[in-house]
């Protein structure tokens, strides 16, 4: 579409040339284009190369992230990044689109299969750029602007797409371009309130309703948001991005039994590449008072991907989601959900055995947010302090938290450290090495006072800077021993 004449006419001299001449004209212009980023750019090499040795090093609880496989590396770096395919398979505006047709229907063919979904009952769209932009297009298609949206309130679990707002600020452009209400969870129990969830939808009138959370340890109850829904005439809508990898793996509800829209994103459990995808219900069906529904979604939904939204797609990204999918269809991928689940429960029991207390009391899924408010230090230094022994992870509000802005809490998950092969007796070393290092927290702001910044400071001094890397030294040697996919250096 915007060839500038002089690209135009270079393309022309190529195509004509015979292949020899082809080959010769690149290799002579192309010196610096065909060196390796380490020749190239050794400055920004080094940078990949610290990262890929933090990630080797280090223990990585962050329940969102996960390490990708081999072949996921290679189709994002394939030529399929050059092309550009604006529209659908069969529908597109540029042509060349042959083979990038083929991948994306790839991709959508084992989208579909690896969810076990009918393509006469259901279609996807392999398109969206992220998990942010796939929630984003929903609600552009299907829910009018300003039309209301509820979604699990962020302090509580949800996701700042789910329509995030303070006191004084619109904080998700969800709660900037249409009316967004939370529900809440219970503050005692941590567990999800469904009844103050159907008064209030009673009350909003949403024309959706999300089931999706970012840090909820346990399983959601989709058939009793089904009834909600149907009650209150509103689209249930299910974000399953953290999940995505056990629905796939069958280990976990299925949200596609209830809902209309299944959001995800492809990069956290599910191990693909950092990108998003939408679910929609298609074709007709019958509901329990007897009438025919029609559904609608497929122009809107992929009318708002493209053009409403998005350019271009990624079609390397798309290829990578189709070898993740093809890789996440195996018996093997079950066993690695299965042992997700697996360590996040050892996980949680050994922290409970330490004294730690687990918010809902346990998990069902592949993470846990543990509540230190009786433990005497905050998210935010429990945080510093555990990275600071290359234990990563992220602090979090926990259900009656006063102040979003220093919350209580620590979210873990498993998916990453099984990637690397981590059984249950290895979880149990990773508890111990949480377990010296929030002591070893405590022990420090004992000395620091209350401040984040004090306490940052201490940590580096001549008192403790020895026990901070004693720690280190001991999680990278252990860390170091399992195996990570990928390259090798980079
Ligand atoms: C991670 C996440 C997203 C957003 O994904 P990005 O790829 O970071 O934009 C959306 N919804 C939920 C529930 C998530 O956990």
Redesign the pocket.
């Known amino acids: 579409m915007h060839f500038s004449n002089f690209s135009c006419l270079t393309l022309k001299i190529l195509i004509k040339n015979s292949k020899g001449v082809f080959h010769q004209a690149i290799r002579m212009s192309s010196a610096t284009l065909q060196q390796s980023v380490w020749e190239n750019d050794p400055e920004l090499y080094e940078m990949i190369k610290s990262e890929k040795k933090r990630q080797l090093r280090g223990l990585e609880l962050i329940a969102?992230e996960n390490f990708t496989s081999t072949a996921v590396l290679n189709c994002l770096g394939s030529c399929l990044t050059n092309k550009y395919a604006e529209g659908y398979p069969g529908t597109r505006f540029y042509g060349g689109t042959k083979f990038v047709d083929q991948v994306e229907t790839l991709c959508q063919n084992r989208a579909l299969s690896a969810y076990r979904l009918s393509p006469d009952e259901w279609g996807v769209n392999v398109q969206p750029?992220?998990?942010?932009?796939?929630?984003f297009a929903v609600y552009t298609g299907v829910v009018e602007p300003h039309g209301r949206i509820m979604g699990l309130d962020l302090p509580d679990g949800?996701?700042?797409?789910?329509g995030f707002f303070t006191q004084n600020k619109k904080i998700s452009a969800t709660s900037i371009f249409f009316e967004s209400m939370p529900y809440k969870v219970n503050q005692e129990s941590g567990l999800l309130d469904y009844e103050a969830l159907h008064k209030t939808a009673r009350l909003f009138k949403p024309k959706l309703i999300?089931a999706?959370?970012?840090?909820y340890s346990r399983v959601l109850d989709y058939k009793k948001f089904r009834e909600i829904c149907d009650d209150v005439g509103a689209i249930l809508m299910a974000?399953?991005?953290?999940i995505s990898g056990l629905v796939v793996a069958g280990v976990t509800a299925d949200p596609f039994e209830y809902c209309d829209i299944v959001?995800?994103?492809t990069?956290?459990s599910l191990r693909g590449p950092?990108?998003?995808l939408i679910f929609f219900r298609k074709g007709s069906k019958v509901n329990e008072k007897g009438e025919k529904v029609h559904y609608d979604f497929e122009s809107k939904i992929n009318g708002a991907v493209f053009p409403g939204l998005q350019g271009g797609p990624h079609e390397n990204c798309i290829a990578a989601i189709a070898t993740a999918l093809k890789q996440a269809s195996t018996p093997e991928f079950k066993e690695y959900a299965t042992q997700i689940i697996r360590n996040a429960k050892r996980l949680g029991e050994g922290l409970q055995a330490k004294g730690y207390k687990v918010v809902t009391g346990g998990t069902d899924v592949h993470m846990l947010l543990i509540d230190l408010r009786s433990a005497k230090i905050t998210g935010a230094k429990a945080e510093y302090i555990l990275e600071e022994c290359s234990i990563a992870c992220n602090k979090n509000t926990v259900p009656g938290d006063k102040s979003a802005l220093n919350p209580s809490g620590l979210r873990l998950g498993t998916p990453a450290l099984t990637t690397r092969g981590f059984k249950e007796s290895d979880i149990d070393q990773v508890v111990d090495y949480i377990d010296q290092a929030i002591k070893l927290g405590r022990e420090i702001g004992v000395k620091s006072g209350p401040k984040l910044v004090d306490f940052k400071k201490a940590v580096h001094d001549a008192e403790f800077k020895d026990k901070v890397e004693s720690i280190r030294n001991q999680v990278e040697a252990f860390s170091e021993k399992f195996t990570m996919p990928g390259f090798e250096c980079y």
Do not use: E, F, W, Y
């Open positions: 969102s750029l992220s998990g942010s932009p796939a929630n949800g996701h700042l797409t789910h999300i999706g959370v970012t840090c974000d399953m991005a953290h959001t995800t994103t990069h956290k950092r990108a998003g």
